[in-house]
C-alpha cells in the first residue's frame, strides 16, 4: 500500500474478500455508455467520459439542458427568487462561474452557466432531449438494453456498454410527505403544497400560512411568504444551528473549503464565534439551542430568516402535531392551536434512484448497494452519480466522482487486470467519510474532503 493514500482508501484495501463472492465481468467496451440526466451530475459524467476517450451518450427527459435548474422543467423544484444556497466559488463543474456574477446565483444563472459548461465541454451534441429513460435489462452477452421513449412515440430500445444514473433527488418525483398531516389539512380545506410546488408568495397574500420544516428550503420560503402573507407560522421539529450566508463579505462555504486544512477543533470554535457575533444567541430567535453540535447537523444559512423573525413577520412555533378542522395543534401546550389557510411542507425528499432497490431514508444501506457511493456492488455496468451532503456545493464532488467512473471504465479497456482487481473487491463495505463531520445526519452527509481525497486514490489506484 503506498503511503501517499488517505487512511479510508487503506482501510478498504486492507479489508479481506469474502471467497465466496464471485468477481463479476467486465463491459462490452464496443458499445457506448448511456447517462441519464442532464444537471449537473450528468454533466460531468458525459465530460469526464470523453475526456477518458469513452464514447458516452446523454438522455434528458426535458426539452433543455440544466436539470431541476431549469424552471421550465416540469419537475424543477425552484422558485421565484430562488439562489444558490452555497457561493459560486464552490458552485461550480471546474469552469468557475463569471467574476461578475453575484456570489449566490439566481436559479436562471445556474442555467446559463449549465448550458454553457455542455458547449464548452463538446457534449451537448450527445444529449438526447425529450428522451425518458424508462428501465434497463442486462443481456446475456453483459450489454445493457436500455428502453428509451420521446414524448408519445413508442419505446425505443438500445443497446449499452454501461448506465450511468444522474438523476438527482430533489426533483418533484421524490417530494417527502407527512401523509397523516397532508391529508388532515386536505380534509379541512387548507391550501396545501410541498415546497417543490411552491413558485412564488403572491399566492399566499393575505393568508394564514404555516411554514413545516426549518431546513434552508423553509427558512427561504417562510422569509419570502412573510412580505405578503397576513400571518406565517414556522414549525420547528428540531432547533437548527443557523449561520450567517457571508462573514466580511467572504460566503461562509467559500470559508470552510479554504480552511479546511486547520486542525476541526480550531475550525469549529472560529465558527462558533463568527456565528455567534452574526447571528446572536438562538434563544432571541424562539429557539432553543440545538441538542447537537455546529456540523453533526446540517446548519441553515440565513438568508434573511433571522430579520424576518425579529420583524414579527415570522413566528416560530414548535413540532406541528396535528392539522385536522384547518387548526394547526404545536406539540408545546402553551402555543395552543392556529388557524391557518394555507400550509406548505419543506419536508425534503425522499432518495430512490433507478435499477436499485427502495432505499432506508437514513442512508445506512447505501454503502453496501454502491461502493464508493458511485459503483454499483454486483454489477460493472451500473454506476451512480450519488448526491452528498458536505459543507460546500455537491458540484465539484460531482466532477470527482465522474473522474473516478471513467477511470474504471479506461481501466477494463487499457489496464484490465485494475478493473478486475476492482471487481474483486466490490462486496467490500466503503469505508466512512464522515471524519469528524455530521454524528447526527445520516449516510449522505460526509466529510467532501475526505472523501473527495479517496476518489482520487482510487482513480490512481485503476491507473497505476
Known amino acids: 500500500m503506498a503511503f501517499w493514500m488517505s487512511a479510508p482508501f487503506r482501510q478498504w484495501l486492507a479489508t479481506p474478500v469474502r471467497a465466496s463472492q464471485p468477481s463479476p465481468a467486465i463491459t462490452v467496451p464496443e458499445l457506448p455508455i448511456l447517462v441519464v440526466g442532464a444537471g449537473p451530475a450528468g454533466l460531468a459524467a458525459l465530460a469526464a467520459l470523453k475526456h477518458a476517450g469513452i464514447d458516452a451518450q446523454g438522455v434528458e427527459a426535458h426539452t433543455r439542458i440544466g436539470g431541476i435548474w431549469d424552471a421550465s422543467n ?7 427568487g ?14 468557475p462561474m463569471p467574476r461578475d456574477w453575484p456570489p449566490f446565483v439566481p436559479h436562471r444563472k445556474v442555467q446559463d452557466y449549465l448550458a454553457r459548461f455542455a458547449e464548452r465541454e463538446g457534449i451537448a451534441e450527445n444529449i438526447r432531449l ?62 396545501v403544497l410541498h415546497s417543490a410546488d411552491y413558485e412564488s408568495a403572491e399566492r399566499f397574500a393575505g393568508k394564514r400560512v404555516l411554514v413545516v420544516g426549518v431546513g434552508n428550503s423553509g427558512t427561504d420560503i417562510a422569509d419570502k411568504v412573510s412580505t ?15 449561520n450567517p450566508s457571508t462573514i466580511l463579505g467572504v460566503p461562509c462555504d467559500k470559508m470552510a473549503l479554504d480552511s479546511a486544512w486547520l486542525p476541526h477543533w480550531y475550525q469549529m470554535a472560529s465558527f462558533h464565534v463568527i456565528r455567534r457575533c452574526a447571528i446572536g444567541p438562538l434563544k432571541r430567535l424562539g429557539l432553543t439551542t440545538p441538542p447537537h453540535g455546529l456540523i453533526d447537523c446540517v446548519p441553515v444559512t440565513d438568508r434573511g430568516i433571522v430579520r424576518a423573525i425579529l420583524d414579527g413577520r415570522v413566528q416560530i412555533r414548535s413540532n406541528v402535531t396535528s392539522l385536522a378542522d384547518g387548526r394547526a395543534h404545536f406539540a408545546a401546550a402553551m402555543e395552543g392551536e392556529a388557524k391557518i389557510d394555507a400550509v406548505i411542507f419543506a419536508t425534503g425528499f425522499a432518495r430512490q434512484y433507478p435499477l ?8 445506512t444501506a447505501i454503502r453496501d448497494l454502491l461502493p464508493f457511493f458511485v459503483f454499483h456492488r454486483d454489477e460493472p455496468g451500473l454506476a451512480y452519480m450519488t448526491e452528498m451532503v458536505g459543507t460546500w456545493s455537491c458540484w465539484p464532488v460531482f466532477v470527482e466522482q465522474a473522474r473516478t467512473l471513467a477511470a474504471y471504465f479506461r481501466a477494463e479497456g487499457c489496464q484490465p487486470a485494475n478493473a478486475a482487481r476492482f471487481n474483486a473487491r466490490r462486496s467490500v463495505q466503503t469505508p466512512s467519510f464522515k471524519g469528524k463531520l455530521f454524528s447526527g445526519a445520516n449516510g449522505y452527509h460526509i466529510d467532501y474532503a475526505i472523501y473527495t481525497r479517496a476518489l482520487r486514490d482510487l482513480a490512481a489506484w485503476l491507473a497505476e
Open 74 to 80: 416540469p419537475l424543477s423544484s425552484v422558485y421565484d
Open 82 to 95: 430562488m439562489h444558490t444556497v452555497t457561493s459560486k466559488w464552490t458552485t461550480h463543474l471546474e469552469h
Open 130 to 191: 425529450g428522451t425518458r429513460f424508462v428501465t434497463a435489462v442486462k443481456s446475456d452477452d453483459g450489454a445493457w438494453r436500455a428502453a428509451l421513449q420521446s414524448g408519445t412515440a413508442p419505446l425505443d430500445e438500445r443497446m449499452y456498454r454501461a448506465i450511468v444514473i444522474a438523476t438527482g433527488s430533489h426533483n418533484k418525483n421524490h417530494r417527502a410527505i407527512p401523509a397523516p398531516l397532508w391529508n388532515e389539512a386536505v380534509a379541512g380545506g387548507v391550501d
Open 228 to 242: 405578503v402573507a397576513r400571518e406565517t407560522l414556522l414549525s420547528v421539529r428540531t432547533p437548527p444551528w443557523i
Open 356 to 363: 436499485l432497490p427502495p432505499l432506508d431514508p437514513e442512508g
